[in-house]
């Protein structure tokens, strides 16, 4: 009698431990498919609550999202970023899902990749969007288990009012059958996002231009060669020049006001300060999955006005010293093409092409021309 009751008690333990033993992790990636952002949010809080039915244990957003870092793209959809994935997060399986949605229904693909034996099955169907989250735990059943989707027929595709195997017996007459209210899906996430492939690591900003960071610094180097010049100059024509500025973006449009200042560094003794605008486009922003991506290489024309000073003309003196006259202080306008690679949301690369800065005086006019190269900082 005893014996029996311990191995009673055994089995009894066994079952109530058997679906904690059987929990696998699994790492879910962000779905796929289409431009409509809730049902793809949808589609995302069903596998969450299915596999919590299932007695899986998700791998945390943030882990899978540093995971997804090292993707070249930021989408893992081939074995050996599926593997990646799986090695970094520690997870049994990777599973990734990719929703086409109609008008009440939805055609929902579910790929999982089993971590221990490097195998990728995929099921799919169209599910009722009032009924998609038992039909995604139905799928989910299928393709997470150890001998995979098999060849079986599926639960979904027998016959309607064919029980499948080992199904519990309809409810009798008069029993009352208790449905868990199924919670609210969460919100969309929003459509301003872009996908930026920076150098440094792929990362998702907004906007494209600034990252979320508005205010810059910069500093360049470069030269420039007089095409006009002004009365009384004398001297090469050519100089070294240096400058240094701080900026900010305004909106998500790429404008940026900043102001500045610089000089020669070698040749004439001349400089300026100045402000001005200039709007940096991003040529490869694509529409990708309902929301943006791009390469962070940004281009536009920039627009100066400011003060540009030099050394008055030499006075001759006693002896045939040359004394170097008073500051010349004019107004100076000027245009450049802007070239900026962001190597990251943080650092980038900067030049500034053309440069053309125009002198006007009431005798003639400064015209000159060059270019700079420099890098910044976006804060």
Not at 60 to 73: E, N
Not at 215 to 240: E, K, Q, W
Request: hydrophobic content about 45%; charged content about 15%.
């Amino acid at each position: 009698m005893i014996r029996r009751a311990l191995t009673c008690a055994a089995a009894a333990a066994l079952t109530a431990f058997a679906p904690a033993a059987l929990a696998d992790r699994v790492a879910v990636l962000p779905a796929r498919g289409g431009t409509d952002a809730a049902a793809r949010s949808a589609a995302d809080a069903d596998i969450e609550r299915a596999l919590a039915a299932l007695g899986h244990t998700p791998v945390p957003d943030g882990a899978v999202a540093a995971a997804l870092k090292g993707v070249a793209d930021g989408v893992a959809d081939t074995a050996d970023e599926l593997r990646a994935v799986g090695a970094q997060t520690g997870a049994d399986w990777v599973l990734t899902g990719t929703v086409e949605p109609a008008v009440t229904t939805a055609r929902l693909e579910l790929t999982a990749y089993l971590a221990s034996t490097g195998r990728i099955e995929s099921v799919a169907r169209e599910v009722d969007r009032d009924r998609s989250a038992p039909q995604t735990q139905e799928m989910l059943a299928v393709l997470l288990r150890p001998e995979g989707v098999g060849m079986d027929e599926l639960p979904w595709e027998r016959p309607a009012g064919t029980p499948p195997a080992g199904a519990p017996p309809p409810p009798s007459a008069g029993e009352t059958v208790v449905v868990p209210p199924v919670p609210p899906a969460p919100p969309a996430p929003p459509a301003d996002e872009v996908l930026m492939a920076y150098p440094l690591g792929p990362e998702r900003v907004w906007p494209a231009y600034a990252g979320g960071r508005r205010f810059a610094v910069s500093a360049s180097l470069g030269a420039a060669v007089a095409a006009a010049r002004l009365p009384g100059a004398s001297g090469s024509a050519a100089s070294l020049v240096g400058a240094a500025r701080v900026a900010y973006a305004l909106g998500d449009r790429g404008l940026e006001v900043f102001a500045g200042g610089g000089g020669n560094l070698v040749g004439p003794f001349a400089g300026w300060i100045e402000g001005g605008a200039r709007l940096m486009l991003t040529p490869s922003l694509t529409p990708h999955e309902g929301a943006w991506r791009a390469f962070p290489l940004h281009v536009g024309p920039a627009l100066h006005l400011g003060a540009f000073f030099r050394s008055g003309a030499g006075v001759a003196g006693p002896g045939g010293a040359t004394y170097r006259g008073d500051l010349d202080v004019r107004p100076v306008f000027g245009a450049s093409f802007d070239v900026a690679l962001a190597l990251g949301p943080s650092v980038q690369l900067e030049a500034q092409l053309g440069n053309l800065r125009w002198v006007p005086a009431g005798d003639g006019s400064l015209l000159l021309v060059g270019a700079t190269l420099g890098a910044g900082a976006r804060f």
